[in-house]
């Protein structure tokens, strides 16, 4: 496609008995958001279905989310290219229309005919997974910092601004609590505050970078009622710079993130990649 285009898709019900769509970003590479987050240049819209979801911009390839049809209107999926054509631009999308009757915890992997069938996703999870481990990545989670610059001259966010989605694990039977960690790179949970001092202090990842409940306003992730070794935090609310270990027994298992309109007095954010391991039930405590 030329740059400074719309590309744009229509997904047709494909009879009365879907419900749902998944769509796998197989490859999906835009241009980066501006350093307030905001996908100015290249975005991808997806319109038409039962809730709203925010324009995703940046590099997204691997990631994938579901929509709810509204009822049988047509789900569009708009991509809109800015006329700079030095910045790459590539998808591939795959697309999967899923049953109303179809239960959520029916993926499985068809050996003989190589297929990956999906079950729905609980309304509201715009990411679903359903291994027992596994990483959760937000949207354009990556290490390098934005190239573009705040107003106050500090690096911008590869965050993607006004987001406020579920990201949900199936539960597998046995399984009674989930663990949140970071995944190995240092930038895997920078969200708000100042990434680059961090860095530079050396306190990225560890507890002086680690900020919760009320300290946490713009953008920050929910996790309900964790506990960080083995201690009740007493908040599910969490941001700044590193993230201590949680674990949580509360059902369904979801984490949610939020982030706002801008990226203000945040800098050099990248958003979050987390390891997520599911645990196994006990009988020790009651509830588990
Ligand atoms: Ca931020
Ligand atoms: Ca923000």
């Known amino acids: 496609m030329t740059a400074g285009n719309v ?19 197989l ?16 975005s991808m819209n997806i319109i038409g279905g039962a809730t709203n979801i925010p324009p995703i911009c940046g590099e997204n ?27 790459p631009k590539a998808w591939k999308l795959k697309i999967a229309q899923i049953a109303c ?4 915890r029916a993926h499985m992997y068809e050996a003989l005919a190589r297929k990956r069938f999906y079950g729905l996703s609980p309304s509201g999870c715009l ?19 934005s190239s573009y610059l705040l107003p106050n001259g500090q690096p ?22 989930i663990q949140w960690s970071q995944s190995s790179d240092i930038y895997s949970f920078t969200v708000s505050g100042d990434t680059s001092t ?14 919760s409940g009320a300290d946490c306003t713009t953008d920050f992730i929910v996790v309900p009622n964790p506990l960080v070794n083995g201690v009740p935090t007493r908040t599910d609310r969490f941001c700044g710079n590193g993230l201590p270990t949680l674990t ?19 800098s050099g954010n990248r958003g979050f990649a987390l390891s997520y391991t599911q645990l196994r039930c006990t009988n020790i405590i009651v509830g588990r």
Request: charged share 10%; proline share 4%; with cysteine.
């Open 61 to 87: 390839s691997g990631l994938h989310l579901y929509v709810d049809f509204n009822g049988n209107s047509n789900i569009r999926i708009v991509i809109s290219t800015s006329s700079d054509a030095s910045v």
């Open 198 to 211: 961090a860095v530079g202090q050396g306190i990225i990842g560890t507890p002086a970078s680690f900020a």
């Open 156 to 177: 911008g966010t590869r965050q993607l601004a006004n987001t406020n989605y579920g990201i949900c694990v199936e539960m597998v039977a046995g399984y009674c609590g």
């Open 27 to 42: 490859t999906l590479t835009l241009a980066q958001p501006n350093a307030h987050g905001s996908c100015i240049y290249d």
């Open 127 to 145: 990411m679903h997974y359903t291994d027992l481990s596994g990483t959760v990545r937000s949207f354009n989670y990556g290490t390098t910092v």
């Open 7 to 25: 590309c744009a898709f229509t997904i047709q019900q494909c009879n009365p008995s879907i419900c749902q769509v998944r769509i796998d970003f």
């Open 101 to 104: 009757d179809c239960p959520t």
């Open 248 to 266: 949580t027994y509360s059902k369904p298992f979801v984490l949610t993130t939020v982030t706002n309109g801008d990226e203000l007095p945040d």
